[in-house]
């Protein structure tokens, strides 16, 4: 089984739109995870348009329609592996184990807000991820998304993917 997964779109801003390469992926997965920041409901929308179930959380910049419509932070299960997302995993420091404890029965977390990429894991195979930002980079060096693959008994690998953003896009608000 493949999820795409992305986070911190931040649209509608200015002329920003999701990469093409980014939506092919979103679509021809069979799960989209976002871990928050979309900003209004019509990216929600947009998002389920896609195909695949949509499973999301709200992030600090998303408007109150967006935080009735989704939960602060969600597990679920697929294909034998338990995932946890949020959007805000806090500190970098004792980040990792500090997941581990806020998401006791979970195999990894999707986490969001800093728009860096990461993947970390711990001894026990534990791990974090997160894809960075398809619109917004920041400091990181590309616009990012993940893939992760679900395997036989629910091994659970992570990859970022460097998107190229659309000719002419701008990731700074017009």
Request: hydrophobic share 40%.
């Given at each position: 089984?493949?999820?795409?997964?992305?986070?911190?779109?931040?649209?509608?801003?200015?002329?920003?739109?999701?990469?093409?390469?980014?939506?092919?992926?979103?679509?021809?997965?069979?799960?989209?995870?976002?871990?928050?920041?979309?900003?209004?409901?019509?990216?929600?929308?947009?998002?389920?348009?896609?195909?695949?179930?949509?499973?999301?959380?709200?992030?600090?910049?998303?408007?109150?329609?967006?935080?009735?419509?989704?939960?602060?932070?969600?597990?679920?299960?697929?294909?034998?592996?338990?995932?946890?997302?949020?959007?805000?995993?806090?500190?970098?420091?004792?980040?990792?184990?500090?997941?581990?404890?806020?998401?006791?029965?979970?195999?990894?977390?999707?986490f969001g807000h800093?728009?860096?990429?990461?993947?970390?894991?711990?001894?026990?195979?534990?791990?974090?991820?997160?894809?960075?930002?398809?619109?917004e980079r920041r400091?990181?060096?590309?616009?990012?998304?993940?893939?992760?693959?679900?395997?036989?008994?629910?091994?659970?690998?992570?990859?970022?993917?460097?998107?190229?953003?659309?000719r002419g896009w701008?990731?700074?608000?017009?």
């Open positions: 089984m493949q999820l795409a997964i992305i986070s911190d779109t931040h649209m509608p801003r200015g002329n920003r739109r999701l990469p093409d390469e980014c939506v092919e992926r979103l679509r021809s997965s069979e799960l989209i995870v976002h871990a928050g920041d979309l900003m209004t409901v019509g990216v929600l929308k947009e998002l389920r348009s896609f195909g695949p179930e949509v499973i999301a959380v709200y992030g600090n910049v998303d408007d109150a329609d967006v935080r009735r419509a989704l939960p602060e932070r969600v597990e679920f299960e697929v294909a034998g592996a338990r995932i946890g997302v949020v959007h805000d995993a806090g500190a970098r420091r004792g980040r990792l184990a500090r997941m581990r404890a806020a998401f006791q029965d979970a195999d990894a977390v999707i800093s728009h860096t990429p990461l993947h970390e894991q711990d001894e026990e195979g534990f791990q974090i991820f997160n894809p960075g930002s398809p619109t400091r990181a060096p590309a616009h990012t998304m993940g893939i992760a693959r679900v395997g036989s008994r629910g091994a659970l690998q992570f990859e970022l993917l460097t998107l190229e953003p659309p701008s990731d700074v608000p017009a």
